[in-house]
């Protein structure tokens, strides 16, 4: 990697806990105020229930990229934590009424070009999502995605792999008392080696709990 790379890359991974920070101190702030007893639910202040489960769920979008084409299909596939199940990684994540989402996604950016990324996002719930039946609440999410660039057939360096940084904003729903459902959009910045591929994208996604 030459000394410019390298020094994007460093900047890329000091910038990103900053930001996350940023993001959890006011999802702290959030919820220290509905520890409120007036305010809370009944059963937000008795730890995580061991009745919360996990969610395989699937995604469409449509999304683009600035400098190439729009309106262009992506789909993908993740799993989602609510705050009762993200606390078996970090436990702070309850205290916090935050949950994690690890996705797999796809999007086309052009006829001939595409990203892939995995990404990792830590989701802020803007309400109670503790309680295993909460109906649904607004979130904002920012993580990082190790992303693999598919550059036209001929291109120099067909593949092209780098570090994302991807950011969220959205609305969560409880289906049936069982499943869910979101509509968010997406921003995902990729600028490595003289190819920008930031991108963005228009997602709805449904899942399943596990256990079912």
């Given at each position: 990697m030459d000394p410019y790379q390298n020094f994007k890359f460093q900047l890329v991974m000091a910038v990103l806990p900053l930001l996350m920070m940023v993001l959890l101190i006011a999802g702290a702030q959030d919820a220290e105020a509905s520890s409120n007893p007036r305010l809370a639910p009944p059963q937000s202040n008795l730890g995580p229930s061991p009745d919360t489960p996990m969610f395989i769920a699937v995604h469409?979008?449509?999304?683009?990229?600035?400098?190439?084409?729009?309106?262009?299909?992506?789909?993908?596939?993740?799993?989602?934590?609510?705050?009762?199940?993200?606390?078996?990684?970090?436990s702070f994540l309850y205290n916090w009424n935050a949950g994690l989402c690890m996705q797999i996604d796809y999007q086309n950016v052009s006829e001939n070009e595409s990203i892939l990324s995995g990404d990792f996002i830590v989701r802020k719930y803007l309400q109670d999502m503790r309680d295993p039946k909460s109906s649904g609440s607004t979130f904002a999410g920012l993580g990082v995605g190790a992303s693999r660039v598919d550059l036209p057939p001929g291109s120099s360096g067909a593949k092209n792999s780098y570090w994302s940084l991807v950011g969220e904003v959205g609305r969560e729903w409880t289906l049936n008392k069982k499943y869910i459902m979101w509509l968010k959009g997406q921003y995902r910045y990729y600028d490595y080696s003289g190819y920008n591929y930031s991108c963005w994208a228009i997602q709805a996604g449904v899942g399943i709990p596990v256990p079912w």
């Open positions: 469409a979008q449509l999304g683009g990229a600035a400098e190439f084409e729009s309106g262009l299909l992506g789909y993908g596939a993740e799993l989602v934590f609510r705050p009762g199940a993200a606390v078996n990684f970090l």
